[in-house]
């Protein structure tokens, strides 16, 4: 059974840095996608950024762009995400993800199988 297991969240000043995880089990994740996605309240949820298991390329949202950096682990099938010079507006419930997604569709959640139960971040100005 795969798990996704998010960590990493909490309350941060604008400027701040977090760092979150997202540890995987219960399958070999070679060739798949990990994401990360985040909802606000009152919103959709939006990509934030992916990193391919195999070859590590990586894509990310315009708006984290410069700012957030996605990596892998992968003799500890974990996947991070360093968040610097967080915003208000990067308030949200973060949630990782992993499917075996085509390049074409990367930022579309609905590609991706699994999902972890999330983890909150609040940025206060």
């Known amino acids: 059974q795969v798990q996704l297991v998010e960590s990493g969240g909490g309350l941060v000043q604008a400027g701040g840095s977090l760092r979150l995880s997202c540890a995987a089990s219960?399958?070999?994740?070679?060739?798949?996608?990990m994401g990360w996605f985040r909802q606000a309240p009152g919103k959709e949820r939006e990509f934030v950024a992916a990193?391919?298991?195999?070859?590590?390329?990586?894509d990310y949202a315009d708006s984290v762009k410069d700012r957030f950096t996605i990596s892998r682990d992968s003799a500890k099938n974990t996947v991070h995400l360093q968040m610097n010079s967080l915003k208000p507006e990067d308030t949200a419930l973060y949630y990782c993800?992993?499917?075996?997604?085509?390049?074409?569709?990367?930022?579309?959640?609905?590609?991706?199988?699994?999902w972890g139960q999330g983890t909150q971040v609040t940025v206060s100005s």
């Open positions: 993800a992993a499917g075996f997604v085509p390049i074409i569709a990367t930022t579309r959640g609905a590609k991706y199988a699994y």
């Open positions: 219960g399958r070999t994740f070679s060739g798949y996608t």
């Open positions: 990193i391919r298991w195999i070859g590590g390329s990586t």
